[in-house]
């Protein structure tokens, strides 16, 4: 009867720590994903930036009717800037869904 008892006590034992297990890798990978998102968010809040930098630059460059904005230095390199940011967040968001995508 000890021995029977002592099986199934077991048994439920081996039953938690597989639970344990799973619930502690799903909680690694939710948290990678929050991370990477949060990364995510700072980088578009990054990229609102310099699109103000560059509002306020054509606003400077108004009353010069003889300046390209487009061949403005500034703008160029904020543009390329942005451009940058634009595809680590693609990056970003595509390691996001392809590590919460692990568990299927």
């Known amino acids: 009867m000890f021995k029977k008892l002592y099986e199934t006590f077991k048994g ?3 039953k938690i720590r597989w639970f344990a297990t799973i619930l502690s890798e799903r909680i690694k990978i ?4 929050i991370k990477l998102l949060y990364e995510s968010k700072e980088m578009d809040r990054k990229k609102d930036e310099l699109l103000k930098k560059i509002g306020r630059r054509v606003f400077d460059l108004k009353g010069h009717t003889d300046r390209n ?3 403005d ?3 160029i ?3 390329a800037e942005i451009e940058e ?3 680590g967040i693609d990056e970003l968001k595509q390691k996001a869904s392809g590590i919460s ?3 299927d």
């Open 73 to 75: 230095k500034l703008v």
């Open 101 to 103: 995508g692990l568990e």
């Open 69 to 71: 904005i487009f061949r």
């Open 77 to 79: 390199d904020t543009l």
């Open 12 to 14: 439920g034992i081996e």
């Open 85 to 87: 940011i634009e595809t």
């Open 30 to 33: 939710e948290i990678a994903v």
